[in-house]
């Protein structure tokens, strides 16, 4: 089954604790995406990875990390949790780029205290 | 800034019945449109997508319409069944150097029986 799997789902976390979340793709897709979701403001993209080791900042990247050393993986780093990035979590793929459609996984809430 | 926005926030209608939701855009150069629906708890699902070369497009129970002259977007369901129920939101993608894929922020659909 094609899929986006990110882990985990749910985590509450102290500000200032580094924590990563993990994202698997199982479509050998290129284009891969951290997207946040906050209410009324609609997705915003944190960062992307057009293919292996070319990754790029979007719309929201402060206090962000990213990496994409293999092309089914692409984790999210935060290296130094805030309040502020108290939000849900999605990872997203697509064959090549933005004018297709995405694959989205189900999302990770974070809380941080 | 450029925005996505959707005309209502809900929309309820009798299961059998159609539902039209609509979303209105600003960016005058996108050229990629796009619907998802998000069910509780989960991540957005595509549903069908539209380029700006296209007035309509039709998929299984479902049109776009894409209305260039006044930025308007629309997504029309037929025969509205309870598994419909969702968050559904527009996207559109500003072409150029710099892509841009701009998301609204929703319409809750709720299938009355």
């Known amino acids: 089954e094609a899929q986006v799997t990110q882990n985990p789902r749910y985590l509450i976390t102290v500000t200032g604790k580094k924590l990563t979340v993990t994202c698997s793709q199982n479509m050998n897709h290129e284009y891969m995406s951290w997207y946040r979701q906050d209410p009324g403001l609609g997705l915003r993209q944190i960062y992307y990875s057009m293919n292996v080791e070319v990754t790029d900042k979007g719309d929201v990247p402060e206090g962000y990390k990213v990496s994409r050393k293999e092309k089914r993986n692409f984790p999210l780093i935060l290296e130094s949790p805030s309040p502020n990035q108290t939000s849900l979590y999605f990872c997203?793929?697509?064959?090549?780029?933005?004018?297709?459609?995405?694959?989205f996984g189900d999302g990770t809430r974070l809380s941080i205290l | 800034g450029e925005s996505v926005g959707l005309h209502l926030p809900t929309l309820s209608v009798q299961e059998g019945d159609n539902s039209i939701i609509n979303c209105a855009y600003s960016?005058?150069?996108?050229?990629?449109f796009i619907w998802y629906k998000q069910e509780s708890g989960k991540g957005p699902q595509f549903i069908i997508d539209i380029r700006s070369n296209m007035d309509k497009r039709q998929g299984q129970r479902v049109t776009v319409l894409l209305n260039k002259t006044v930025k308007h977007l629309s997504l029309q369901i037929a025969a509205t069944q309870p598994g419909d129920s969702a968050v559904y939101f527009c996207a559109d993608l500003r072409r150029g150097s710099a892509r841009q894929l701009t998301f609204g922020s929703g319409t809750q659909l709720t299938v009355l029986p």
């Open positions: 960016n005058s150069a996108s050229d990629y």
């Open positions: 997203a793929s697509s064959f090549k780029g933005l004018d297709q459609p995405q694959h």
